[in-house]
């Protein structure tokens, strides 16, 4: 469990990135922050590995406040994934992956094999271990930042828009792929992403965030999905409904979809006999 | 061109091999005066340079004053500080040493400090946020990607130290700087060109090795030619409506 109490973050230069933010992050489930650019996603999620301090308000894993845990010793125990993979340039695929368990003290050949072992486990074939990450595409790149940050077989994975960068297929793939190692794991995982589609797939507790990281809504997709809490949750998810609610209209004898917003989402094909068969 | 061919006539001249004066000789004192010059400029100015690019504090302090020793005249600088210190024949690899560093600091701090600042600031941050300590960060992360940078500003200290160690002769030591400083009062221009031809080859030698190990440290990782065709003009097309429909 993850409770964020009171938090607020004023960066130097004068930004209120978060404020008064609380919430509790059960374990082994997973929670998504979503909401627009500059909301304070990134910064609540650093706060958990201190890789930002708050400015006021308290953090507690279990029953440590963070604040008196020695940062590098909390940062090694909690898993993190960020969007642009984050990989060390002059290191191969598994000695990234090993990153970690070689600083921790594991033998090499231990945290070898056990890297190859988390290459399978996020659909990486093992002949790509001696590549490096330039040699690799965005996709692969983001399943060896995940198969790092599950290295140290974390109770936390924190994930920062992992699959961002990656073109919709590959992400669809990927977001997938998550699932169902989450599904095995259950890892306490704090995903963010600025993609509600994402954050409903993903998320068992979805925490909808305006600017200054204030929350609009929490709760199951489901939940929010059939209550938006106000308009601001009503428009950010507005989107997606629209998207979702396809109708036929014909125009000129044929039929075209509409989505909820009224614009063109295609043709419809019906399955006439004559290019049913041929297609 | 006479002139160069007396002056190689004059290195293939057996009996310039041997003895205190011979060009063995000489070339290794010459090699001893860099070498540690560019130990001892190394210890400081790569220290001093990583913690610059570590940390990102005193760069403008850096800059300026590394600046301002490029520009002090070397043999000015040399002459002062032997005086200064006074001390005699005996001690003049003091100053020497001393002045050839001064030369040897600029370029051995700004590759320090600019390889690490040029280290993805991502990928500095990821190795901290893994929990990395600030020295891992430092020894596994920024100075094998700052190492091809590192090297080249050793390489261009030694090429400035091997010629300018010639200076060490004007004040009575050896190094290849003997023949030019000997030769000159009595107009025997074929040893100078001998001594400036030998300073020459040795910073190509020298140059030549230094280029072939930045070669060989550049990390493999970031060597690696960039081979994924990377597909990310995929859009959402027609298909994804005809699976909803
Ligand atoms: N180091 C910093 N110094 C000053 N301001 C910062 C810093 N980091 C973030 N901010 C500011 O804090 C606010 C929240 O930033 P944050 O990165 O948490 O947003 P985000 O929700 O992750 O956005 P995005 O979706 O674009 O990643 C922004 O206004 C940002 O400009
Ligand atoms: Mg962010």
Known sequence: MIRFDGISKRFPDGTLAVDDFTITIPSRTTTVFVGSSGSGKTTLLRMVNRMVDPTSGSIHIDDDDISTLEPVALRRRIGYVMQNSGLLPHRTVVDNVATVPLLTGVSKREARAAALDLMDTVGLDRALADRYPSQLSGGQQQRVGVARGLAIDPNILLMDEPFGAVDPLVRSELQQELVRIQKDLAKTIVFVTHDIDEA????DQVVILKTGGRIAQVGTPAEILANPADEFVDTFIGAERGRRALSIQTVNGKEVVVDGTGR?????????????RSA | MNLFGDAFRWILEPSHWTGPNGIPNRILEHLAYTGLTVLIATLIAVALGLYIGHTGRFRGIAVSVTGAMRALPTLGLLVYLAVLFGLGIQFALIPTIIVLVVLAIPPLLAGAYSGVQSVDGRTVDAARSMGMTEWQILWKVEVPLALPLILGGIRSAVLQVVATATVAAYISLGGLGRYII????????????????LVTILALVLDGILILCQRLTVPAGVRAIRSSPGQRSTTKSASTVSTAA
């Not at chain 2, 000997?182 to 031809?197: E, K, N, Q, S, W």
Request: charged content about 15%; glycine content about 12%.
């Open chain 1, 200 to 203: 409903f797939l993903l998320g």
């Open chain 2, 182 to 197: 000997d030769a000159l009062p009595v107009r025997d221009y074929t040893t100078v060109l001998v001594g400036a031809l």
């Open chain 1, 264 to 276: 063109l989402a295609g043709i419809l094909r019906s399955p006439t006999p004559e290019s049913g």
